[in-house]
């Protein structure tokens, strides 16, 4: 089991930056995935970034590419994802999510355990 918890939310004029953070306890974390998805009102949820917790590779969607940055502390067992030049697009929940991973890796597909989610408001 992994438990996670999010904070950092909150508004924000469009062009700005926001970080997120997401606390993760439980399982040891060396052989872990951890992602950000997001959900807008009224559409499916979408994978934004994603990062193994060993080997620290990131992935990106192309929508964020550029302007995101996932990053993970691994003395506080927190994964970060840095926000800049938001979009008033990027107004969404955010959650955070984790998955044990062994061999072939897909950072968007489904994730065993979730965060509560938090909101993020990118105004005009």
């Known amino acids: 089991q992994v438990q996670l918890v999010e904070s950092g939310g909150g508004l924000v004029q469009a062009g700005g930056s926001l970080r997120l953070s997401c606390a993760a306890s439980?399982?040891?974390?060396?052989?872990?995935?951890m992602a950000w998805f997001r959900q807008a009102p009224g559409k499916e949820r979408e994978f934004v970034a994603a990062?193994?917790?060993?080997?620290?590779?990131?992935y990106y969607a192309d929508s964020v590419k550029g302007r995101f940055t996932i990053s993970r502390d691994n003395a506080k067992n927190t994964v970060y994802l840095q926000m800049n030049s938001l979009k008033v697009e990027d107004t969404a929940i955010y959650y955070c999510?984790?998955?044990?991973?062994?061999?072939?890796?897909?950072?968007?597909?489904?994730?065993?355990?979730w965060g509560q989610g938090t909101q993020i408001t990118v105004s005009s």
């Open positions: 990062t193994k917790w060993g080997r620290g590779d990131t």
């Open positions: 999510a984790a998955k044990g991973y062994s061999g072939t890796f897909s950072p968007s597909s489904p994730y065993d355990y």
């Open positions: 439980g399982r040891p974390l060396s052989s872990v995935a």
